[in-house]
C-alpha cells in the first residue's frame, strides 16, 4: 500500500505563493488519480484539486484559477501550486489517491496571515 508525505507548507502573506509536494512511497504512475484536500480549523476535509490521467484537472470553486494540480510520475510526487493565497486558504493540506484512499498522512499546514 502506498503511502504519501506531504511538505512545503507555511506562513505567508495574503497574496503570496506556495508551491506543496505529495512524495510517495512507490511509484504512481499506476495511479489514475491523485488529490490534494485541505481541513480548516473546525471544518471537515475537503477536495481541492484532483488530476487524474486523461482528463483535465479540477478544483474546488474557491481555488480555481489560483491553484495548479500537477504530478510528476517520475519523481513519485503530486504537487500543488497555490498562487494568490488568501486567508481562506488556512488549513492543512493532505494528498491521497483513488478512491480508493489510503490512510492519510500527517499534511502540511499552510497559514495564510498578514
Known amino acids: 500500500q502506498v503511502q504519501f508525505v506531504e511538505s512545503g507548507g507555511g506562513l505567508v502573506q495574503p497574496g503570496g505563493s506556495l508551491r506543496l509536494s505529495c512524495t510517495a512511497s512507490?511509484?504512481?504512475?499506476?495511479?489514475?488519480?491523485m488529490a490534494w484536500f485541505r481541513q480548516a480549523p473546525g471544518k471537515e476535509r475537503e477536495v481541492v484539486a484532483i488530476?487524474?490521467?486523461?482528463?483535465?484537472?479540477i478544483y474546488v470553486d474557491a481555488v480555481k484559477g489560483r491553484f495548479t494540480i500537477s504530478r510528476d510520475n517520475a519523481k513519485n510526487t503530486l504537487y500543488l501550486e497555490m498562487n494568490a493565497l488568501k486567508r481562506e486558504d488556512t488549513a492543512v493540506y493532505y494528498c491521497?489517491?483513488?478512491?480508493?484512499?489510503?490512510?492519510w498522512g500527517q499534511g502540511t499546514q499552510v497559514t495564510v496571515s498578514s
Open positions: 491521497n489517491k483513488g478512491p480508493p484512499r489510503v490512510p
Open positions: 512507490g511509484s504512481i504512475s499506476s495511479i489514475t488519480t
Open positions: 488530476i487524474t490521467v486523461g482528463d483535465t484537472p
